[in-house]
Structure formats: structure tokens, C-alpha cells
């Protein structure tokens, strides 16, 4: 048996980045690097995620003579840059950054990134050595305060281009100090083989960023952040504090939250000095001795979902905790195979054995320390964390009974199931998420409706509750649906069923489009006493149904399910579909109420609470709204979210239009493309001369108007970044020009290469309906390795065939961009 698996990898030091211009915000997850006048350096306080000087200490000293660098040299020993170099023309070091590999906070044991910027050489001609390397050196002190640092990596590069370059390396945090620090010397002629401050030419530059890790003792402003987690926290749903369950003989959170917490009291201690010891679900127990003030002991435990939302199967939830040492070493010899350490673990009511997380490690002699990991949690409505913290060689097993000394703890708590949990205490936030369009009640629908594509599409809970025929009821223009089915319902607000709030969005994050898959979530709110309904042991039903064409108003049933009634209060129903063919605007619906049948119609009802609710969503396919194409009218202006935004001029040599600078956006804008075959300036504008094949007008046939290629992160384009194409397409609007084959169609594909991918290599593709004009189309891939790129666009009209030049089509449109 052979079999491969291929992966993509990170190339350092490989990009020059000439026209790079730092944003002038900074990521939201980066604690920010301020001058730390015990260090001398750029320093971040507190753990987090990632530590950046952000550009602010850019430029390079000349030893005690000046330069253009603040708070020269930055570093912690007193390593001094020496340079007589000019700005904006030589060598320094523009910026720094570390960061976890995983998103987590920066922990000993785990993977970190250092990401820096440097500023090369634009020409070295003049030098007295003009052919030597540039050279980048990488070192790293787990102990800022002993300076003692351990080589990392060293590369080089020519020098003679200029501008700036992204250096990116990775490295395991080891054990040390919680304050840790790296180091890059940079410089011109320098040696592979020079020590952390060894300089051999007139052109060289030392910087460090010093920075915190989850090791030893933790900054105050993390406990502090501990001690107000009974008080509502702004920017969670919910926070709850466990209580104990003497079922499970655990502390339990029995409600939805965002986060769940044990508090200081449940689990403080270890062995007999615990309340309600051990505190695990299966009577794994504590080995200690007399008095946890000289043992290892869990004295605060915590989970919370990433997003800060109601916790929910298959997002991401961090674990956290907080535990004491033993200060006294002696107590605790190290042999060889022994250390502190703590282990994560975690089980369902559905994952029904323990699955191990990972792992963390900490200096002995310590007090107390703060630790935290992240895991996705599986299915299940009941979850259980555990933590286990102790002395011994490296074991990992959810009871470590052969260690001498340990303390292990669990924490349950209550996780949403799509289609199965009630959430009575969920409040609907009062803003929109940032990427959702808004849907808005359209008079020719008569549902709510998002009149641009987006990635999201959400009715807000504005149309919440419930209509009663013609008879009223509580909903804002009942019933909101295309087809005049309307609510039928006795029941009253907040006490029996209705649909709350409607969402549709794409699974990948993009624009809702054609072929991809999307993701229907919606609100509903459960009965909660059904006792006194003249059939009271009925079930509550849920269907979703799908509408390719909004127009149409033609059904297609997509799932349903069932509920219990009774306890009440909103429910998340999350359902994933893929968007077919049909037409530009589509609609989703959601019919729910009491004693409904599971094989019912998008209108029948049964019994006498019922609601139904559409929503209407552009995508993808057909005829695009106009704001789409109006942004695309704006892309020779500086766009205010991308670094830079450049339009392509033609290539003679390579006949294509092509951006000749680094950019976060290039596109070829609607003169160098516009048009099919003798119609299309410089035609057929590609660079193997894969030509079109149309007739006398372009008017009349199939024709890409415009072309672009950006980055998702609207950061200059890098390899290993993830961009996306965006084309507009026109078609023959006269259908009897097309007649339609049951194998023929529109059809749109999508290719890249690169001057060291050298194949084209397909994405994907995209379908439109015929009969309609112009049309926006997006899709994304990940840049390969590479310096130069191209991507093409074929559009033409024939039965589904790849290639990237598909010369067995009657009517067809090629472009490149490089």
C-alpha cells in the first residue's frame, strides 16, 4: 500500500515587499509593545496571544552618535546598532513581533512565531564590498533577566533590491522565566557564524521585544481579571459560576453560558483540605499530604467559548486554570525525568471516554500560575473538562495514580445542540455582527430581505414572534413570507412558539454564491408549559425549506426535526445546505409549531401554534445589484482598508495586464480586458496565447469586463496568503442566440500559476442562468510559492469541461492577470 500526503509550508525569508506601508491600526488580538526603561527594549506586560513593537522602534541607531531609531539600540544588554546608513536606503530593523502558533496565550512548551520586518538595501554598489550578503540572525533568552541567549536560526539574502521583507521563523517556548525575550541582529557582510552581538561591517542593526509567557508567576491583572468573573463581563453573553452537583459530585454550570467558572471556593485546596474532594465524576482522587500550602494544588478553573457566545457544539472553547506550587524546592528534587506539570483533558455525554488535549510545564520554586489551552467541543448537550496538576515524570493518562504528588479537578457544564437545547436565559445582542447585511422588509417579497450579496444575510430579530391570520398578533408585518403563507397561533408572546430571527450565511466566509455551502441559523422560542393544550404530549417541529429561485416560490424541503416542549425560552437551530442554481435571488424558510407532522407541505399546519418565516438572499449567479459595481468603480481611489490598491498596465512582453508592484489589491480595471475577441484591446490578453472564440460583437456573446485579485486580509499579497479572484461577466441576453442542451450551460472557471507552480492549476468553477447580463463572481484559493502570478478567467457557454483553454466550446472569453 503506498499513499502520500501533501501539505502546504511557511517559506521565511523568501518575499520582498517593497511598496509594504504598516496599517495604522492594530490587530485586535496583539498586545502592543511599549519602552520599558528596566529592560530597554520594547516590552508587553501581560500574557497574550502575541506581543508587537508595531513599527514604532523602526530604523537603526549608529552606536552613541544618533540615527533615526527611538529609544535606541532597544535591546535588554546594551548591544548597540552601528550604522551609517541613510533612511528609506539601508539596512534596519522596521518592526517585531511574537506570537502563538495556535492563538492561544503564549505558553512554555508550546509553538510561538516570530514575524519581523526589515527594511534592505536598495543598492550597495558604492560599498567598498559591494557583492557581500545581508545576513538576519534570530535569538531568543527564555530569561530576559539572565541575557543569556541561545541561538535560533540565521539566514541571507542579496542585497539590491530594496524595501521592506517579511521574516518569519518558528520556535518552541521553553521553561526560563514568565518574562521572556528575542533578539535579531541584521546587518550587511555579516557572518553566519557572529554571536548575538558580534557586527563586522558599517551597516548593522540589534533589536529585542520582550515579552510574557504562562510560566511561573502571572501579572496580577489576570487574577484580577479571576475575581470579577462573578459580575456580568461586558463582552460575554452569559457568565455563570458552578454550583455543586451532588449527582456528578462535580462542580456543574446546569445553564447555558459563554463562560463557566468553578470560583475560588469549589475545587480551592487539594486532598482533605478540598471541599467536596476530590471533585471528579469518577471518583479519580487527590495524592497528597497534610497541607496544600506545601503541595500542588487547582485553585480556580474556567471555560469559555472563543467567540464569547453561548457555548455551542463544534466551536472553540478555551480552558483555563490557576494553580499553586510548593515554594519550598527542597521538597521537590528534580530528578531527571521530573517536572511540573499539568494536563488537559475533556468528555461528553456522547464522547463517553476522556480525550486528551495537551499539556503545559512550569518552573519549580514558583507560586502561583495561570494556564490556559483551547480544544473544539464534540457533540454532546452535558460536557465535563478536566485538570490534573502535579510532580512526576511525563505520564499522560486522566488519572496519573502513579505520581507521588497531584491534584486533579473537573468542571461540567451545559453545551448548546443544534435542534436539541434550549437557551431560556439567551438575550439577543443590540448590534449586528460586522460582516452581516441587514435584512430589511421588501414591499414586492412581503419578507425581509437583503438586497446586495454579502457573506451573511440576518433579519435581527426584527420580525420576531408570531402572526394570527388576518387577527393580528405580535409580528412586524406578518406573516413575512413570498407567498402570502400565513401564522397561525393562539399563543402568547414570550410563553408559546415562534420564530425569533433568521440568518443565512456562507460556511467558508465568503459571498454566498452558486454551487458553495451555506448555513441557515435561526431562533425560535420553545413553549414552556404545553399541560394545559388539549393534546399536551406532542412534540414541537421544525422545517427548513429552500427556494433557488425567490421568484419562483417553489419549495424544496431541505431537513426537519423535533423537539420535547416545556422547558422553554430561545432555541439556535443551525442547518448547512448547498446553494443551487436558480436565480440571483433566493429565499429560505422555516415553518415551526406544536403537533405538527414531520411529511408536512411549506404551509400546512395542523395544530393551533404555528409559525412560518421567510428570508431573501442575493447570491452569486445571475445579475449582480449595482453597488457591487459601483465599488469596482472606485478601485482607482486608495481604498481605506487596504494597504495598497494598484490597476494593471499591459505587459508586451508577457502580453497580459499585469501590477509590476506589491499590493494588497491588483486589478485590471474595465479598459485592458473589456470585451471579446477583435473588440478586446491587445486581445486575447494571455500569456500562452489561448485565444477567444466568439463572433463580430461582443454585444451578442460572452465577455469578461473586469478582473481583480486581493487579499482576504487586505494586507499586501504574500505566498502561503489567502486572495481572492473577482470577475464580471456579460452575457447575450437574446436566449434564442443559446439554445440549452441538457449538457450545455454558463459556465465560468477559475486557474492560477506561478513562476514556480508552472502548470495551471484549476480552483474551481461558477455557474450562471441564462437570459440575464452582467454578473459578479468570487472565488478564493491560497497563494503558492512564488514571486510572480497569474490567474485567468475562462467564461463561455457549452457542456462542463476543465481546462484552461477549453478550445471545444462554441462561444467563449479568456483572460489573464498577472
Not at 84 to 99: L, Y
Not at 761 to 785: E, W
Amino acid at each position: 500500500d503506498v499513499d502520500d500526503l501533501m501539505f502546504t509550508v511557511v517559506e521565511p525569508f523568501s518575499t520582498v515587499l517593497p511598496s509594504l506601508a504598516p496599517t495604522s491600526s492594530v490587530a485586535e488580538e496583539d498586545l502592543v509593545a511599549v519602552y520599558d526603561t528596566e529592560f530597554t527594549a520594547p516590552r508587553c506586560f501581560d500574557v497574550g496571544a502575541s506581543c508587537n513593537t508595531w513599527f514604532k522602534n523602526g530604523g537603526v541607531g549608529r552606536d552613541a552618535n544618533g540615527g533615526y531609531e527611538n529609544n535606541a539600540p532597544n535591546t535588554i544588554d546594551g548591544c548597540e546598532d552601528y550604522s551609517i546608513g541613510k533612511r528609506g536606503h539601508d539596512e534596519s530593523i522596521q518592526s517585531m513581533k511574537v506570537a502563538s502558533v495556535d492563538g492561544a496565550f503564549l505558553s512554555v512548551g508550546e509553538k510561538a512565531r516570530i514575524e519581523a520586518y526589515v527594511f534592505k538595501a536598495k543598492d550597495t554598489s558604492s560599498r567598498s564590498n559591494p557583492n557581500e550578503k545581508e545576513y538576519a540572525h534570530f535569538w531568543y533568552a527564555p530569561d530576559a533577566k539572565s541575557k543569556d541567549w541561545s541561538h535560533l536560526r540565521s539566514t541571507s539574502f542579496d542585497p539590491g533590491s530594496g524595501g521592506l521583507m517579511r521574516l518569519n521563523l518558528n520556535f518552541t517556548l521553553q521553561p526560563g522565566d514568565s518574562t521572556q525575550a528575542v533578539r535579531l541582529t541584521y546587518g550587511y557582510a555579516e557572518s553566519r557564524y557572529m554571536g548575538p552581538c558580534d557586527r563586522m561591517d558599517k551597516y548593522f542593526d540589534v533589536d529585542d521585544l520582550v515579552f510574557e509567557v504562562n510560566h511561573g508567576a502571572i501579572p496580577v491583572p489576570s487574577f484580577q481579571y479571576i475575581a470579577t468573573l462573578d459580575s456580568p463581563l461586558p463582552n460575554h453573553s452569559k457568565s455563570i459560576a458552578a454550583t455543586y452537583d451532588s449527582e456528578y459530585t462535580v462542580p456543574r454550570c446546569f445553564e447555558h453560558a459563554s463562560l463557566c467558572h468553578g470560583g475560588f471556593v469549589l475545587i480551592r485546596g487539594v486532598g482533605d483540605e478540598e471541599e467536596n474532594s476530590p471533585n471528579t465524576i469518577d471518583s479519580c482522587a487527590d495524592r497528597t499530604g497534610s497541607s496544600s500550602q506545601n503541595f500542588e494544588s487547582i485553585f480556580f478553573m474556567s471555560v469559555q467559548s472563543v467567540t464569547k457566545e453561548i457555548m455551542t457544539v463544534g466551536d472553540w472553547v478555551s480552558i483555563t486554570t490557576a494553580v499553586t506550587s510548593p515554594t519550598d524546592t527542597s521538597l521537590r528534587p528534580m530528578p531527571a525525568d521530573h517536572q511540573f506539570i499539568i494536563h488537559f483533558y475533556y468528555k461528553s455525554d456522547v464522547v463517553s471516554s476522556w480525550k486528551y488535549i495537551t499539556s503545559r510545564f512550569r518552573q519549580p520554586g514558583l507560586d502561583s500560575g495561570l494556564f490556559s489551552v483551547k480544544y473544539m467541543l464534540p457533540a454532546g448537550s452535558v460536557h465535563v473538562v478536566r485538570v490534573i496538576y502535579g510532580y512526576g515524570p511525563f505520564i499522560v493518562g486522566p488519572c496519573v495514580r502513579s505520581w507521588e504528588y497531584y491534584d486533579v479537578d473537573d468542571l461540567m457544564f451545559t453545551v448548546v445542540e443544534p435542534f436539541s437545547t434550549v437557551l431560556p436565559s439567551l438575550a439577543p445582542t443590540s448590534s449586528v455582527a460586522e460582516e452581516d447585511l441587514v435584512a430589511v422588509y421588501d414591499t414586492e417579497f412581503t419578507a425581509p430581505r437583503c438586497f446586495d450579496v454579502g457573506a451573511s444575510c440576518n433579519t435581527w430579530f426584527k420580525n420576531g414572534g408570531v402572526g394570527r391570520d388576518a387577527n393580528g398578533g405580535y409580528e412586524n408585518n406578518a406573516p413575512n413570507t413570498i407567498d402570502g403563507c400565513e401564522d397561525y397561533s393562539i399563543g402568547k408572546r414570550g410563553h408559546d412558539e415562534s420564530i425569533q430571527s433568521m440568518k443565512v450565511a456562507s460556511v467558508d466566509g465568503a459571498f454566498l454564491s452558486v454551487g458553495e455551502k451555506a448555513r441557515i441559523e435561526a431562533y425560535v422560542f420553545k413553549a414552556k408549559d404545553t399541560s394545559s393544550r388539549s393534546n399536551p404530549n406532542e412534540k414541537e417541529y421544525a422545517h427548513f425549506w429552500y427556494a433557488p429561485d425567490a421568484k419562483s416560490k417553489d419549495w424544496s424541503h431541505l431537513r426537519s426535526t423535533s423537539f420535547d416542549p416545556g422547558s422553554g425560552g430561545l432555541m439556535r437551530l443551525n442547518l448547512n445546505f448547498t446553494l443551487q442554481p436558480g436565480d440571483s435571488t433566493q429565499a429560505v424558510r422555516l415553518t415551526y409549531g406544536y403537533a405538527e407532522s414531520r411529511y408536512m407541505g411549506p404551509c400546512d399546519r395542523m395544530d393551533k401554534y404555528f409559525d412560518v418565516d421567510d428570508l431573501v438572499f442575493e447570491v452569486n449567479h445571475g445579475a449582480i445589484p449595482v453597488p457591487s459595481f459601483q465599488y469596482i468603480a472606485t478601485l482607482d481611489s486608495p481604498l481605506p482598508n487596504h494597504s495598497k490598491s494598484i490597476a494593471a498596465t499591459y505587459d508586451s512582453e508577457y502580453t497580459v495586464p499585469r501590477c509590476f508592484e506589491h499590493a494588497s489589491l491588483c486589478h485590471g480595471g474595465f479598459v485592458l480586458i473589456r470585451g471579446v475577441g477583435d473588440e478586446e484591446e491587445n486581445s486575447p490578453n494571455t500569456i500562452d496565447s489561448c485565444a477567444d472564440r466568439t463572433g463580430s460583437s461582443s454585444q451578442n456573446f460572452e465577455s469578461i469586463f473586469f478582473m481583480s485579485v486581493q487579499s482576504v486580509t487586505k494586507e499586501i499579497m504574500t505566498v502561503g496568503d489567502w486572495v481572492s479572484i473577482t470577475t464580471a461577466v456579460t452575457s447575450p441576453t437574446d436566449t434564442s442566440l443559446r439554445p440549452m442542451p441538457a449538457d450545455h450551460q454558463f459556465i465560468i472557471h477559475f486557474y492560477y500559476k506561478s513562476d514556480v507552480v508552472s502548470s495551471w492549476k484549476y480552483i474551481t468553477s461558477r455557474f450562471r442562468q441564462p437570459g440575464l447580463d452582467s454578473g459578479l463572481f468570487s472565488v478564493k484559493y491560497m497563494l503558492p510559492a512564488g514571486s510572480v502570478h497569474v490567474v485567468r478567467v475562462i467564461y463561455g457557454y457549452g457542456p462542463f469541461i476543465v481546462g484552461p483553454c477549453v478550445r471545444s466550446w462554441e462561444y467563449y472569453d479568456v483572460d489573464d492577470l498577472m
